[in-house]
């Protein structure tokens, strides 16, 4: 059964800061991989994607992500943070093997970010 | 991209009572669409997989007869909440799977206070 850990309820950095959102999967195949962002009471919204074509995947509003195979990761990272960048992120799982079926997103529980002055 | 909207964003209404939820896909045809409850400071919770012209799907320990789900057309899902009590109160997300890699859409959410 495929799962997803985010490593991190609560991530605290400085405005300038890097950014760095840990997501590692477990799966017997390689999946197809998203990151999401959900500002306060809004829904929920796609960064990027990994579908199995380049392995650093470049999101909007600078975020990329890079999928490592033999690390089972896929960490979200940003060079500078931006206090606009204050929100709660969310690393999900598809398989590939299921397209076109009712086959659900895993999610992991989502990583807070806070952005210091 | 792909657009989903809400309605209503904001729901209060009084114990006892009904509160329908509309889902909609703007600008693509969804076959297939996910009904998420949010509690505050937690992640999402699928409630419930809703296919259009069929049964919705409901997870684990989810009431089929307390949220009801119809799925009439394309692009239109709704979630009704029956007899709506204050445990009921949470943020509701719906959203729409579209393309061929199962990435979903979703729309803004609909906060439900029950009094």
């Known amino acids: 059964a495929q799962s997803v850990t985010q490593l991190g309820s609560h991530v605290s950095v400085s405005e300038g800061a890097l950014v760095l959102l840990r997501c590692n999967y477990s799966?017997?195949?390689?999946?197809?991989l998203f990151w999401y962002v959900q500002y306060p009471n809004q829904g929920l919204q796609l960064l990027l994607k990994?579908?199995?074509?380049a392995t650093l995947v470049k999101g909007i509003n600078g975020f990329e992500a890079e999928f490592k195979k033999s690390e089972t990761s896929f960490h979200l990272t940003k060079p500078s943070a931006h206090m606009s960048d204050a929100a709660e992120y969310f690393c999900?799982?598809?398989?590939?093997?299921?397209?076109?079926?009712?086959?659900?997103?895993?999610w992991g529980a989502g990583t807070k970010l806070i952005i210091k002055p | 991209g792909a657009v989903v909207s809400q309605h209503p964003s904001r729901v209060i209404c009084k114990s006892g009572t009904s509160v329908k939820i509309e889902c909609r896909s703007l600008?693509?045809?969804?076959?297939?669409m996910f009904w998420y409850r949010q509690f505050p400071k937690q992640s999402l919770m699928l409630m419930a997989t809703?296919?259009?012209?069929?049964?919705?799907?409901?997870e684990q320990g989810v009431e089929k007869d307390k949220f009801l789900i119809n799925h009439a057309s394309l692009t239109l899902s709704t979630l009704t909440v029956t007899s709506a009590h204050p445990e009921d109160s949470s943020f509701y997300i719906c959203?729409?799977?579209?393309?061929?890699?199962?990435?979903?859409?979703f729309g803004p959410g609909t906060r439900l206070t029950v009094l």
């Open positions: 959203s729409a799977r579209q393309g061929e890699h199962n990435e979903q859409f």
């Open positions: 600008d693509f045809q969804a076959t297939t």
């Open positions: 809703s296919n259009e012209g069929s049964k919705a799907t409901y």
């Open positions: 799966s017997s195949v390689p999946p197809y």
């Open positions: 990994y579908t199995s074509a």
């Open positions: 999900a799982v598809s398989d590939p093997r299921r397209r076109g079926s009712n086959y659900q997103l895993i």
